[in-house]
């Protein structure tokens, strides 16, 4: 019977293929984060989005290890009670892995179509360190047949739509799933494919494996040695939203600086090319200043004392504690319950999925309006079509 992962004490490279995209572009980034961690004792804890999403590869793990007869139904409930148990589980994941579960299940029976071999890899934990020192990474689900090797991903977060295109993360795990299947199956082509079920969004993207092993060796392996040994320059970009060491980082600090100090100008004294430069930049600072917002305040809870502040109690919000008891007393107080009870319709998506959605379509769809949303303002390279400028200003002056 094979063994089924445990994800949340599985480890993790210090080039990791996941973190690929910050050491490549900023390559001291990986051993700061190494050496900060290392001066807080190791580790540093989930944030809840971590740990929701890794209860989330757990049941993608365990469907797909029963749909593929590695265990069987018994060991499957078994598993299953345990990870509802979890103080992150909902109904709602059940449903959205069930979405990534079937996609991966239906790219098999496809490729057995072809391949009566193609088999599929689970939780696979894939070398690549003949390109990157010390390189490896856990691949969720790899089908394997001739021709074509599929690489999948579940992204379970919801915040930020992935694509697999030149995805680096996925490329790395394809050049340790090459290095150990090529020589059983003619490969040609490697398929990187990253499903995103809240976000109903899979994206997927094939390689030639030539280019892909070209990529390896010339553009991967040259900063992976530098990364590795902690040297080059450092170099701040949107990879640093998810840097371990940006609250402290002069370079990010510096490129942030330059940035804010046009807050204290007129706009209209600012010239096109300035005011876009801002606009573009905002996200990072943004971001920026909140990590060191966040980094501030944990080290004084801890007990560092910063220079002119202090921690207070903040702001509290009043919550029951036995709302049943509540309404006992209330009803005793001779209150009616039109009183201290509000009804109403339960939300649109809710009720959707109660009917489903082919009955929600034919019977209440009519009565679902769906007004045009705020007008935002994003990249040309954004796939959703450009508004109508007097449409946009309708709807501006709306909201």
Same mark, same amino acid.
């Given at each position: ?26 390559? *001291?980034? $990986?051993?700061?984060?190494?050496? =900060? ?7 540093? *804890? ?8 890794? &209860? $989330? ?9 029963? &749909? ?7 060991? $499957?409930? %078994?598993? =299953?009670?345990? &990870? ?51 390189? =490896? ?26 694509? @697999? ?30 499903? %995103? ?24 392996? *040259? ?37 804010? %100090?046009?807050? =204290? ?11 876009? @430069?801002?606009?573009? %930049? ?52 001779? #209150? ?8 109403? &319709? ?19 769809? *009519? #009565? ?17 079509? @450009?508004?109508?400028?007097?449409? @946009? ?7």
């Amino acid at each position: 019977m094979a063994k089924k992962t445990n994800h949340s004490t599985r480890k993790h490279a210090l080039l990791s293929a996941s973190g690929a995209t910050r050491w490549m572009n900023c390559t *001291p980034s $990986a051993r700061l984060e190494d050496k =900060f961690l290392e001066s807080k004792g190791g580790k540093e *804890p989930d944030s809840p989005y971590a740990k929701e999403g890794t &209860l $989330a590869h757990e049941f993608g793990d365990v469907t797909l290890r029963l &749909l593929n007869g590695e265990i069987n139904d018994k060991v $499957a409930q %078994q598993e =299953f009670i345990k &990870l509802r148990a979890n103080e992150f589980y909902t109904d709602e994941m059940e449903e959205e892995v069930d979405k990534y579960v079937t996609y991966v299940w239906e790219t098999l029976i496809s490729s057995q179509r072809t391949t009566p071999g193609a088999e599929l890899i689970i939780e696979k934990r894939f070398d690549f360190s003949h390109i990157v020192e010390n390189g =490896f990474g856990t691949g969720d689900a790899t089908i394997i047949s001739d021709g074509v090797m599929d690489v999948q991903d579940l992204k379970y977060g919801k915040g930020i739509k992935v694509d @697999a295109d030149n995805n680096p993360q996925l490329m790395l795990y394809g050049l340790g799933a090459l290095r150990e299947f090529d020589l059983s199956y003619e490969i040609h082509t490697v398929r990187l494919t990253i499903v %995103q079920p809240r976000l109903d969004h899979i994206s997927a993207w094939d390689i030639s494996v030539a280019d892909l092993e070209e990529w390896g060796e010339k553009q991967v392996k *040259p900063k992976a040695k530098k990364a590795y040994k902690g040297e080059g320059k450092k170099h701040a970009g949107e990879w640093c939203k998810w840097c371990k060491v940006k609250a402290m980082c002069d370079t990010l600090a510096e490129e942030n600086i330059k940035l804010a %100090q046009h807050d =204290f100008k007129d706009p209209h004294l600012l010239t096109e090319k300035q005011i876009l @430069a801002v606009y573009k %930049q905002i996200p990072m600072l943004t971001d920026w200043a909140n990590s060191v917002e966040k980094y501030v305040l944990y080290e004084a809870v801890k007990g560092k004392s910063w220079s002119g502040y202090k921690v207070v109690e903040g702001r509290s919000i009043r919550k029951w504690t036995d709302e049943d008891k509540i309404k006992e007393l209330l009803k005793a107080e001779g #209150f009616t319950e039109e009183k201290y009870l509000k009804m109403s &319709l339960e939300g649109i998506g809710k009720i959707e999925k109660l009917l489903g959605k082919v009955d929600f379509k034919e019977k209440l769809n *009519p #009565f679902v309006n769906k007004p045009p949303g705020k007008p935002t303002l994003t990249s040309q390279n954004d796939k959703r079509p @450009a508004m109508g400028i007097e449409q @946009a200003k309708e709807d501006f002056k709306e909201n």
